[in-house]
Nanobody, 113 residues
Framework: QGPVQESGGGLVQAGGSLRLSCKTSRTILSVFTSTSMGWYRQAPGKEREFVASIRGSSTDYADSVMGRFTIAKDNIKRTHSLQMDSLKPEDTAVYYC?????WGPGTQVTVSS
């Protein structure tokens, strides 16, 4: 399994939306399909926290983002995404994607009030 890379971060006003994407390179379809993947985030001065995960068709979300964020995956493209709606200032953090035991470098999401 190759490197993992996020994209799609940026600055948005409260109530807005952003979509993060994560690309996993050099992984065969059967491995990608069965691998657990998802997102964590880390705000300044805080520990990294779980946001969402997906494995096969099963998803899991942190209580703080339930109903606002949606995780999905595209097995053919070897990508998974995080659609973030109704964003709040407290969602501001560096968002990290993972695929199996590989992690991306992170992408900044800033929500202004």
């Amino acid at each position: 399994q190759g490197p993992v890379q996020e994209s799609g971060g940026g600055l948005v006003q409260a109530g807005g939306s952003l979509r993060l994407s994560c690309k996993t390179s050099r992984t065969i379809l059967s491995v990608f399909t069965s691998t657990s993947m998802g997102w964590y985030r880390q705000a300044p001065g805080k520990e990294r926290e779980f946001v969402a995960s997906i494995r096969g068709s099963s998803t899991d979300y942190a209580d703080s983002v339930m109903g606002r964020f949606t995780i999905a995956k595209d097995n053919i493209k070897r990508t998974h995404s995080l659609q973030m709606d109704s964003l709040k200032p407290e969602d501001t953090a560096v968002y990290y994607c993972y695929c199996g035991d590989r992690w991306g470098p992170g992408t900044q999401v800033t929500v202004s009030s």
